[in-house]
């Protein structure tokens, strides 16, 4: 007998459960079209060159990697055993965002897209996670991006295109937390991180509220040796506004934050936005503003992104500015869960058709078709007879009526709902 | 620079592609829940046990596994150099199809779910064929199934949702092929096939037309022997009916098929529905019933499935009569693209706001969010200045109409399309 549990880590849905994921996807996706953002689609696999060239960091040690087949793995086994020898037993593996992805194809697609192009890109990732409650190895996100522009309007456009999908997913009071890297890079290079570690030591500071500060303090010093000045990293990272790095170059820096603090606050009221100096992220590739929307019922962020300026020209693009933003949909479905909001309201036009015996199968089957051409969703029951069993079903299905063609209805012609 | 092409048999969509796709894809899930189908979702990742389990068939070969990670692989490593030594570098792989990992769900979850239960279950599956044109490694199949009813109106209902998506998808003139695997069974015995390779036969004989003649009559004669009657197993293939076979129990099953075939007919009028003596259809986990639908325009079918009573007790479910189908979502694409019907109109209600100047973005913001509110798709320019490049984005998005808000239209606060 084979286990019907799913992969460890990995998860089933219920219809029920699919309603809800389905709507919620669906009212994203609309909010995207609304705002002009075009749909695309890459693939579930990408070549190991691909998703460990750039950007990856952390989640490459999360990679799950494809077994390469045939000769290929034949000719590899051997070196594995061989000491010093280089080997690799994969050549592909599952995206773990849909970030390296976007800038593939937008490298290799530029010339049919729009300039700039806005891109909606949605769809399962998959990080090889240690398996735990409320970690999951399969999750979907949802990413706006805006590629090919510097333009401050994209900033404005990716967080205002999310919060929108959150007030139409009745996701109220959701905070919006604003930051640059440039200005964190300043505070740490006063701090006493070296310039080349900058990237590095956003990724561990991320983790700030996550782990145990001690972890952190631990991980920067390992980064940057003992001169870091600890007291006045952390206070930044808690939140505290350093004025002595707010200079020259950085103060310009910042007034462009508060602006956009300013014109999303104007278009968004229901939103609270807020400039946080302590603010991080955990990916390496940002260059410029960055964000992340929470919401008190989630734990960690329910959306964030930011700029990323370099990554397209990793696969041979032009230099492209970009900015981008994700939802992560499985919080938000968790959210919605809470706030009871994710169940649609019952379906007032489904009906059962029974089917009453083997003999009036057709009058069945005839009357479910008469009721799909005016509008209702009808639902001929996969059993005959034992109308017990059938009401039963009907009610499993949630059906709102269920149509019972006994011979007088049948010799009628018709029936009554 | 890292290549910017997908991997091998993988594919990129452009935005006109996935209207397209997600148009189709909508119209189908339409028609599911019309009929009173409900969706699952199950993972993409499945244990190898699973796949391996039963019903793969040749499509074991095919699957797509995952390396094993961290201290699992450094232990099966050592052995796979070991002659003689088994070892399994990977525990996991990408599901190749949606009826097994359907049926160990059901296993699971058929105490929460209606009974019987009819399912609609959509997404990608991925198979390490060679890669070659219109071939693709990851690509969507849509199945409609009933478990737990051996009633005939699952054949029916099955078949007749499938119908009436491509009805509505405009594929016009569908022929339905039906058969019953115990009827070929009975013409495959009387041609000198043993009968513990009645299943196996019908997977060599699924190729005929697609591969060589010779080539298939070679595999049923490594298969049964030279006993075996080519030349009437090879007539019966052909389409022809054989008498001979349709005695005792097998014409019950005949007159069974004939009924379906009729009550078919009856509710989809423009389809065409035939009895083909011959069909297999190559899957090993068939028991009764099984179909296919062709189209002029696509090569091979464009939908297909049977009756599969055995599969889900391999999981510990109870003894399960199951029934399904499954659009074949990437040659209906193909389909669709030949009729140029998978265009959908182009979008009146699409308007660029363009940003006339950095001092005035605030004010086709503005704008922009008038026009949502009133229905209007409304994409904010991620430009700004430069009239010239704006309006050429416009273009290039398929925008209807483009915005321009000057100083004279934010002083006046009005403006007009």
């Known amino acids: 007998m084979i286990s019907n549990l799913p992969s460890s880590g990995f998860r089933d849905f219920l219809p029920r459960e699919c309603r809800a994921r389905e709507s919620a996807a669906r009212t994203i996706a609309a909010v995207a079209r609304e705002f002009g953002f075009q749909t695309i689609e890459t693939p579930a696999v990408e070549d190991l060159a691909v998703l460990t060239g750039k950007g990856s960091g952390e989640n490459e040690k999360l990679i799950f990697k494809i077994l390469k087949r045939g000769e290929k793995l034949e000719k590899e086994l051997p070196k594995a055993l061989r000491p010093g020898e280089g080997f690799e037993l994969a050549d592909a593996g599952l995206r773990f965002d849909m970030t390296v992805p976007l800038s593939r194809y937008y490298a290799r697609h530029q010339g049919s897209l729009p300039h700039p192009f806005k891109a909606f890109h949605m769809g399962p990732v998959w990080r090889a996670e240690r398996a735990q409650k409320g970690r999951y190895r399969e999750f979907i996100q949802c990413d706006f991006d805006v590629l090919g522009s510097g333009d401050m309007s994209c900033e404005i456009e990716v967080i205002s295109a999310i919060l929108a999908a959150f007030e139409k997913l009745k996701i109220e009071e959701p905070e919006v937390l604003l930051n640059d890297r440039r200005l964190l890079y300043a505070v740490l290079e006063r701090c006493g991180i070296p310039s080349d570690k ?67 606050a104007r278009m968004n009221e229901r939103a609270k936005i807020l400039v946080a100096p302590g603010l991080a992220r955990g990916l390496d590739y940002y260059t410029g503003p960055i964000f992340e929307i929470r919401h008190p019922r989630a734990a960690g962020s329910i959306a964030g992104g930011g700029r990323y300026d370099g990554l397209i020209q990793a696969f041979g693009g032009k230099p492209t500015p970009a900015f981008g933003g994700s939802i992560g949909f499985e919080r938000v479905m968790l959210v919605l869960e809470e706030l009871k909001g994710a169940e649609p309201a019952q379906d007032a036009s489904r009906v059962c058709v029974t089917v009453f015996s083997t003999e009036l199968r057709r009058e069945a089957f005839a009357a479910a078709a008469r009721l799909r051409a005016q509008g209702f969703k009808a639902d001929v029951c996969p059993l005959s007879g034992r109308l017990k069993a059938q009401f039963k079903y009907a009610d499993a299905t949630g059906a709102r009526w269920a149509l019972v063609i006994g011979p ?9 709902l």
């Open 198 to 264: 900058l990237a590095q030591a956003c990724v561990v500071i991320d983790k700030m509220g996550k782990v145990d500060e001690a972890a952190i303090k631990e991980g920067i010093m390992e980064l940057a040796g003992k001169s870091v000045d600890w007291d006045r990293l952390r206070g930044c990272v808690a939140g505290h506004r350093d004025d002595l790095a707010l200079q020259d170059g950085s103060l310009d820096i910042f007034k462009r934050l508060e602006e956009i603090r300013d014109d999303l």
């Open 408 to 416: 007088d209805e049948a010799a009628a012609g018709r029936f009554k």
